[in-house]
């Protein structure tokens, strides 16, 4: 939709054509230009929400927006390819098509927030800092990974950033305690320094029961938490409307929870609604996110994604909505790089993650030992202790 | 149908095909198997036969279900268009969306929900879509279905419960899509817990678990969906719940299991029988409770020794039960101390899963520790 809507820039749109045509030299004026679009309007419920129809960004920030979902896809592009050539073994579940969530949440919220999802996680791990190898190397098994190679990819972990879960729904309690934590904390912080917690689910996770108890209990202790419904329209093979009687997840906090329905295939709409979203959860507890989105692949590397949805539906989405293309236009719209400058910027992009790979495969494997490691600690030594059948059987690392 | 069934399959197929390779004890190896050879006598051998992999055995066991009792009804996520196991493959299209039917993605309600069926007196068989994901269905389980009739002093039931679950290592399932979790269902009386290893068993034990007059949870070992086809029945038949079979008679050792890790112990004993010279009794539990402690009990009492093996981890999985009951029973005939082989006491893990299992060599190494004690 966005990707129609043409700017209204405030400074000079037409950057002189000579300074764009060097590749990489995109002028700090275009950067620094003010530029104002219109977003998909919020459907709120028992809030206002954000109180805005257009958000204002810089050319700096759309091109960082640009380069982040560029990146963000190609991570997911070369995993795809590296489970194909049977580097990946297991479990693989690609967030492409759903870049703008990680994109606008981060542009919101701190970095101090903590951020729980499902096995879905690569990339919003990537938001949070992650380096690419660091990503790479853990779906390949490698020492180098987040989680040393023992998660996988449905178990990512990293600052503020606390997986990667693979039991559906699971996390949404979860998230609710680390907002307990956070609630505890902020009596005595500063404004500026208080925090939040944000759980983020699919649409299928939305009927799992733990789920509403989490909305009751952080409702109940004001918690600050959001809670995010990434509604991509399916679960599996299953489409949001089979197994969801509400779909309309803005609107299902117990009718106390304020909810907000946000375009999250436009960066700047999920930025708006996290701003709200973050000081509303300080100011008045819990408020839910529903991100509409896509899932251009199948649920995991088993599923080809095409016996329950036509191609045509797919491609759809990827011509009239796709994030990528959507900051391109904008971009090019505002005379702030043009497509020969994004096409190099990508290439760079590609070549980086390319070269992570590289340096993935070329970390070992943990040795076997690592098997008993992790799993209980002992008090004293704060060393690793794993249970024997009987006391004398049990190890002290 | 099948191209359907790899849309929603959410388990890599080819970890499927390598693991189930691999459980079946073939890999790489030309020992001649026996266990495929046994004839069961609850399984008919007269009527037509067809030729099926266990998946295909689960769906025609259904098939029947429903076809005999216009009270069954078969549920659970994706189940509708066949499961991610393909299971339930064309039954929606045979017996209509009233009967079989996807669920949302909710355990502890598709439990809860099965169990409402049958306190009315339905045929609930609901499918949990991998045994990994029945904790947040455990509650229901344990303290509605199991303590339903005792606590109603008998004038409410959910017999007419059975839930499905796939359970076991695949080669690549991590943590989430390879455990066992038989045993903390077996601390519960009130419920039946079977699992079958091979088509044949894989339909007779399921329909006697659907007819059986108690909750009964069934777990099919996933490695073996795809794994070698056998001659199954087309007509209805029911393998007793309760009951193991000996697998092969042998005088020196009784080796227990059941599931897909009957086919590692195969491996195992013709290891040592060719290594060793000795004589290995194997018996395939087939149901976890109530379990055949008579056969078990006769067996070790003729041969002195045993060796219990599960994929489970080792402390309080089921194997410590079988042994205790070994000890408390056999033991002025042992001649020496009972093996568990199992999984270790850690997490299902993801890239340690060849160190985690209960593999031939390590159960190898039991038989031979029970022999030369
Ligand atoms: C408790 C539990 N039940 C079932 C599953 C199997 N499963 C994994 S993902 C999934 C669908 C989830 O869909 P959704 O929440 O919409 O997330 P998406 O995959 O679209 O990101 C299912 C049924 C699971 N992992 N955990
Ligand atoms: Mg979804």
């Given at each position: 939709m966005f990707a129609l809507a043409r700017a209204s820039a405030s400074a000079a749109v037409a950057a002189p054509a000579a300074a764009r045509a060097a590749v990489r030299c995109i002028s700090d004026a275009a950067l620094a230009q003010e530029l104002t679009f219109p977003i998909t309007p919020f459907k709120c419920h028992l809030t206002d929400g954000p109180q805005v129809e257009e958000m204002t960004t810089t050319g700096a920030e759309l091109l960082e927006f640009f380069k982040l979902a560029v990146h963000y896809r190609r991570l997911e592009l070369v995993a795809e390819s590296a489970y194909k050539q049977q580097l990946i073994r297991g479990f693989c579940h690609l967030h492409i098509g759903q870049e703008a969530i990680p994109i606008g949440m981060e542009a919101a919220i701190s970095k101090a927030d903590s951020v729980i999802t499902a096995y879905r996680c690569h990339t919003l791990l990537k938001a949070r800092g992650a380096s690419d190898v660091e990503i790479l190397a853990e779906l390949l098994g490698r020492e180098a990974g987040c989680s040393r190679g023992k998660g996988g990819s449905m178990h990512m972990y990293g600052p503020e950033f606390y997986g990667g879960n693979g039991?559906?729904?699971?996390q949404i309690p979860i998230g609710a305690g680390l907002a307990l934590a956070h609630k505890h904390a902020n009596a005595k912080a500063a404004d500026d320094a208080k925090r939040i917690a944000v759980a983020l689910c699919g649409d299928g996770a939305v009927p799992q029961g733990q789920v509403h108890e989490a909305f009751n209990m952080a409702a109940l202790w004001k918690l600050p938490v959001i809670f995010c419904v990434?509604?991509?329209?399916?679960?599996m093979g299953t489409s949001v409307s089979r197994s969801n009687a509400n779909t309309e997840f803005y609107t299902i906090g117990h009718g106390v929870i304020p909810g907000v329905q946000v375009d999250a295939m436009d960066p700047l709409a999920v930025k708006a609604a996290f701003q709200w979203a973050r000081q509303a959860t300080i100011d008045n507890g819990p408020t839910i996110l529903q991100l509409k989105t896509y899932r251009y692949?199948?649920?995991?590397?088993?599923?080809?994604?095409?016996s329950y949805r036509t191609r045509d539906e797919v491609k759809e989405v990827q011509k009239s909505r796709d994030v990528i293309e959507g900051i391109r236009a904008r971009v090019i719209d505002a005379g702030i790089a043009d497509a020969a400058e994004l096409k190099a910027i990508e290439k760079d992009i590609r070549k980086t993650v390319e070269a992570a790979l590289e340096e993935a495969k070329a970390s070992s494997e943990l040795p076997a030992s690592e098997l008993i490691t992790d799993i209980y600690v002992d008090k004293e030594s704060q060393k690793g202790f794993v249970r024997g059948v009987s006391l004398d059987k049990s190890w002290v690392l | 149908m099948l191209r359907l069934s790899r849309a929603v399959c959410s388990m890599p197929t080819r970890a499927f095909a390598s693991t189930a390779v691999a459980a079946a004890g073939s890999g790489g190896d030309k020992l001649p198997g026996f266990v495929h050879k046994v004839v069961d006598e609850d399984v008919p051998q007269d009527g037509e036969m067809v030729e099926m992999n266990l998946f295909e055995a689960v769906n025609a066991a259904m098939d029947v279900a429903l076809d005999t009792d216009e009270t069954a009804c078969v549920f659970g996520e994706d189940v509708a268009f066949g499961g991610v196991f393909r299971c339930s493959m064309n039954l929606m299209e045979k017996y209509g969306k009233d009967r079989v039917f996807s669920t949302p993605l909710s355990e502890q309600g598709i439990a809860g929900f099965a169990i409402g069926m049958a306190a009315m007196g339905s045929t609930a068989i609901a499918e949990?879509?991998?045994?990994?994901?029945?904790f947040p269905a455990f509650d229901q389980i344990v303290n509605e279905a199991a303590k339903y009739r005792y606590r109603s002093g008998g004038m409410?039931?959910?017999?007419g419960l059975t839930i499905r679950s796939p359970y076991g290592a695949v080669g690549h399932g991590g943590l989430y899509h390879s455990q066992s979790p038989e045993a903390y269902f077996s601390h519960t009386p009130g419920l039946k817990v079977v699992i079958p290893r091979s088509p044949q068993q894989a339909k007779g034990l399921l329909l006697s678990a659907i007819r059986d007059p108690n909750p009964v949870l069934v777990f099919e070992p996933k490695a073996l969906y795809r794994a070698a086809n056998e001659p199954v029945p087309v007509e209805d038949y029911e393998i007793p719940l309760g009951k193991a079979q000996v697998l092969k008679e042998g005088s020196d050792v009784t080796v227990v299991g059941y599931g897909a890790q009957i086919y590692v112990l195969e491996q195992a004993i013709l290891m040592a029988e060719k290594e060793l010279g000795i004589s290995c009794e194997l018996i395939d539990l087939r149901s976890i409770l109530p379990w055949d402690k008579d056969t078990v009990i006769d067996s070790v009492n003729k041969t002195g020794r045993a060796v219990i093996s599960h994929e489970a981890p080792k402390t309080s999985g089921f194997a410590a039960e079988v042994s205790s009951t070994i000890q408390e029973a056999c033991f002025l005939n042992l001649e020496s101390p009972i093996q568990r082989v199992c999984?270790?006491?850690?997490?299902?893990p993801l890239i340690f899963e060849p160190v985690y299992v209960p593999d031939k060599h390590r159960v190898f190494e039991g038989i031979k520790a029970a022999i030369e004690f």
């Open positions: 039991i559906v729904g699971a990434e509604d991509n329209q399916f679960g692949r199948g649920h995991s590397m088993s599923d080809p994604g095409t | 949990i879509q991998f045994a990994d994901y029945i409410f039931d959910v017999g999984g270790w006491d850690t997490p299902f």
